[in-house]
């Protein structure tokens, strides 16, 4: 509908901004643009405000640096690459651990498990000579033995001890 304080000046230019964003809504062009932004603004603050759990979950990242956060999954989480190491872990803080297993289970398990198809599937080593600690310990609290060695065939001793520069 036209309005009819336009001349015939004004209707030959052709339609006005706000004619165009939507005719007879009085909005204009810009007011929807703005409009957008603003809303737009708002989507991003609400997603830097309602930021996701301080430890992951399912579907989460994994949070890395924070102290005290537990990363929790339902089912085993799984790296794997082909080339290099798997998973890496360092510490440079005295008394810490480069990688820690813990199995809170109430049926037991491992706290550390590793198998290899052709090499070692849990090695231990010092590389300062000088250093006098032993390349494992073990502490054991329970019942059963500190260690357990078991060879599976007869060609495999199950205990070989080698010293070398004694």
Not at 3 to 25: C, M, W, Y
Not at 46 to 69: E, Q, R, T
Not at 86 to 112: C, E, P
Not at 143 to 150: I, R, Y
């Amino acid at each position: 509908m036209r309005r009819a304080n336009r001349n015939n000046d004004d209707l030959a230019a052709g339609p006005t901004e706000r004619q165009e964003a939507d005719p007879g809504s009085g909005t204009s062009r810009r007011a929807v643009m703005v409009g957008a932004a603003a809303g737009l603004a708002g989507l991003v603050a609400d997603s830097v405000i309602s930021a996701h759990p301080a430890g992951a979950v399912n579907g989460f990242p994994v949070l890395l640096g924070k102290s005290g956060i537990l990363n929790s999954a339902i089912a085993t989480t799984a790296v794997s690459t082909t080339k290099g190491n798997g998973l890496q872990g360092a510490t440079f803080s005295d008394g810490g651990s480069g990688v820690a297993g813990i199995d809170g289970s109430t049926a037991g398990g491992s706290g550390v498990f590793g198998t290899s198809t052709a090499g070692i599937g849990v090695e231990a080593t010092i590389s300062d000579p000088e250093n006098s600690s032993p390349a494992m310990s073990v502490t054991n609290y329970g019942k059963g033995p500190g260690v357990m060695v078991l060879s599976e065939t007869a060609a495999s001793p199950a205990v070989r001890v080698s010293m070398k520069g004694a």
